[in-house]
């Protein structure tokens, strides 16, 4: 399969009628895209993607008439859409019925949000039905921000890459539901802070333990490069790497490393997170062996950061 890349919107719905896969940009990061209703066309993301079935999708909807096809609303969930809608923050909802098995792996919930960028909004504007998506990388890699990266990892397997420029918050969308006692459960921090939304809905909780993921994005280890990711205290971590090529991820520091990349000289968190994704890919194909990274301050957006790269650490 030959894959181009451009910006025809028309082009990319028309391929999504058809039930092909096509890679959008969101403002989070890129997504891998099919109707949402077309068993076959979302069965083609998870072979493309190659994920695994038990980790359900994101729905992208255009408005409230598709997102009251997928989902039932509750009145605790209206301040959050009217907030922060469109934008970063999925809420997980009562499914409804037409959303097939295979979006939601079989829960009775489904995950749903309303993207922001508008060439994604126009091209939802072009379809009939909302959008699954989820990240638009092989499984448990990290995530693209940019048409190239779609391009490098999934060039050959889809038809199409609709190019929408770097995506402007980086890191991917908050994920947050509610659990049996009715609270507000955070299960992924992401491109919204938790301060915002505990000052919009009051206090937040960590999602109990689960035998399989309640939400997407949940898996232990994920986001990660194919070199070793080590997460903590950086000086400890050069001494304990001398004489290898070390990649460092620095907040607003300087170190004396093989190389070092920081994320924001400024000590702007949402300007870190925007370029964690595009510096991880770039030192996982440098030279360096090893990649160590600096835990960032838990807030705002660094919670965010620090979730991925702790997950992009997993098991190493």
């Known amino acids: ?84 809608w469109p934008g970063p923050l999925t809420l997980v909802l009562p499914r409804r019925p037409a959303v097939p098995d295979l979006v939601t792996s079989g829960l009775d919930t489904v995950a749903v949000r309303m993207p922001a960028h508008p060439m994604t909004r126009a091209l939802l504007d072009e379809l009939d039905t909302p959008l699954a998506a989820p990240s638009a ?14 391009m490098d990892q999934l060039g050959g397997r889809i038809p199409y890459i609709l190019d929408g420029g770097a995506c402007t918050v980086g890191v991917e969308s908050t994920i947050l539901g509610r659990d049996a006692k009715g609270r507000w459960v ?21 999602p109990a333990q689960a035998a399989k993921p309640l939400a997407p994005g949940m898996l232990e280890s ?3 490069p194919r070199k070793p990711v080590h997460v903590g205290d950086v000086p400890a971590l050069l001494r304990r790497f001398a004489g290898r090529a070390v990649g460092v991820i620095s907040f607003r520091s300087e170190h004396h490393a093989h ?19 595009a510096v991880l890919r770039e030192l996982d194909t440098s030279d360096c062996q090893v990649i160590v990274a600096e835990r960032f301050p838990e807030e705002g957006l660094g919670r965010a950061i620090n979730d991925r790269l702790r997950r992009a650490a997993a098991g190493r």
């Open 1 to 84: 399969m030959t894959t181009t890349t451009g910006t025809d919107v028309a082009h990319a719905a028309l391929l999504l009628k058809q039930g092909a896969v096509v890679a959008i940009p969101t403002e989070t990061v890129y997504g891998l895209a099919a109707d949402a209703f077309n068993e076959e066309a979302v069965l083609t993301i998870f072979s493309v993607k190659q994920r695994p079935a038990f980790d359900p999708l994101i729905v992208h909807v255009r408005d409230r008439e598709q997102l009251h096809r997928v989902a039932e609303v509750p009145a605790e969930a209206e301040a959050l859409i009217a907030r922060f």
């Open 137 to 150: 990388n092989p499984f448990g890699y990290v995530s693209p921000t940019t048409a190239q990266h779609v």
């Open 186 to 206: 955070l299960y992924r921090p992401g491109g919204i802070a938790l301060e915002s939304i505990e000052a919009l809905v009051g206090e937040v909780h960590a």
């Open 222 to 224: 994920h986001y990660a």
């Open 259 to 277: 190389r070092c990349e920081v994320l924001s000289p400024e000590g702007d968190l949402s300007a870190a997170a925007r370029h964690l994704f």
